[in-house]
T-cell receptor, first 113, second 112 residues
Framework: GENVEQHPSTLSVQEGDSAVIKCTYS??????FPWYKQELGKRPQLIID?????GEKKDQRIAVTLNKTAKHFSLHITETQPEDSAVYFC????????????FGRGTQLTVWP | SAVISQKPSRDICQRGTSLTIQCQVD?????MFWYRQQPGQSLTLIAT?????????ESGFVIDKFPISRPNLTFSTLTVSNMSPEDSSIYLC?????????FGPGTRLTVL
C-alpha cells in the first residue's frame, strides 16, 4: 500500500510567521492529496487539497504545492495565528477511490502569541 | 456537506467483549470507510464498506476481528470483536461527498 512520510512531527512558530509542513508518498498511482486539521478532541477537518494535475493551490493564508516527479507535497501557512495551533495531517489517496486515504503521522503546530 | 453521526460517542469495555459502532449519514453514499486513530497517533484505514457486498479490508485488519455491515446506503456498523486493551482507539466512519472526504465525530473506545 501507500507509505506517507510527514515532517516535522512538531513545529513551533511565532504569531505572524510562516509554517511549512512537508510530506512524501511512495505510490506513483496516488493522485489526490488532502490536508486535514485536527483540534484536540475533534474530528479531522479538510483545510485544503490538491490533485495531481495541479502544481499549486492557494486558499487565503493556506497553500499546497505538489511535485509529482519527486513525490512530495507541502503545506504552507502564512501569517500564522494562535488559532492555527492544531495537529495537521497530510494524506494520499490511491487510485480513483475517493476515501481510501493513507495518512502521514501528523505535525503538532503551535503558534505562540 | 454530509452530516455524519456515530453511536456510541464513547464506551468503556471489558477485554474479551465486543462493541458495535453505528454510523448514520444524512444522504445516500456508495462507499463508507472505517478508520482507527490510536491515542496520539495518525488515522489508519480499516476497511471500505460497499452496500450489497462484503467489506474490503486493508492489510493488517481482518473480518473476524472487525466485522462490518452495510445494510443500506445511509448506514454502516463496525464491530470490534474480542477486545483487548490494544483496541483502545477512536473509531471514525468516513465518506466522500462533493469531492471531499468527511469524517464522523468518532467513537472513543477504552478497553480495560
Amino acid at each position: 500500500g501507500e507509505n506517507v512520510e510527514q515532517h516535522p512531527s512538531t513545529l513551533s512558530v511565532q504569531e505572524g510567521d510562516s509554517a511549512v509542513i512537508k510530506c512524501t508518498y511512495s505510490d506513483s498511482a496516488s493522485n489526490y492529496f488532502p490536508w486535514y486539521k485536527q483540534e484536540l478532541g475533534k474530528r479531522p477537518q479538510l483545510i485544503i487539497d490538491i490533485r495531481s494535475n495541479v502544481g499549486e493551490k492557494k486558499d487565503q493564508r493556506i497553500a499546497v504545492t505538489l511535485n509529482k516527479t519527486a513525490k512530495h507535497f507541502s503545506l504552507h501557512i502564512t501569517e500564522t495565528q494562535p488559532e492555527d495551533s492544531a495537529v495537521y495531517f497530510c494524506a494520499a489517496e490511491r487510485g480513483s477511490t475517493l476515501g481510501r486515504l493513507y495518512f502521514g503521522r501528523g505535525t503538532q503546530l503551535t503558534v505562540w502569541p | 456537506s454530509a452530516v455524519i453521526s456515530q453511536k456510541p460517542s464513547r464506551d468503556i469495555c471489558q477485554r474479551g467483549t465486543s462493541l458495535t459502532i453505528q454510523c448514520q449519514v444524512d444522504s445516500q453514499v456508495t462507499m463508507m470507510f472505517w478508520y482507527r486513530q490510536q491515542p496520539g497517533q495518525s488515522l489508519t484505514l480499516i476497511a471500505t464498506a460497499n452496500q450489497g457486498s462484503e467489506a474490503t479490508y486493508e492489510s493488517g485488519f481482518v473480518i473476524d476481528k472487525f466485522p462490518i455491515s452495510r445494510p443500506n446506503l445511509t448506514f454502516s456498523t463496525l464491530t470490534v470483536s474480542n477486545m483487548s486493551p490494544e483496541d483502545s482507539s477512536i473509531y471514525l466512519c468516513s465518506l466522500g461527498a462533493d469531492n471531499e472526504q468527511f469524517f464522523g465525530p468518532g467513537t472513543r473506545l477504552t478497553v480495560l
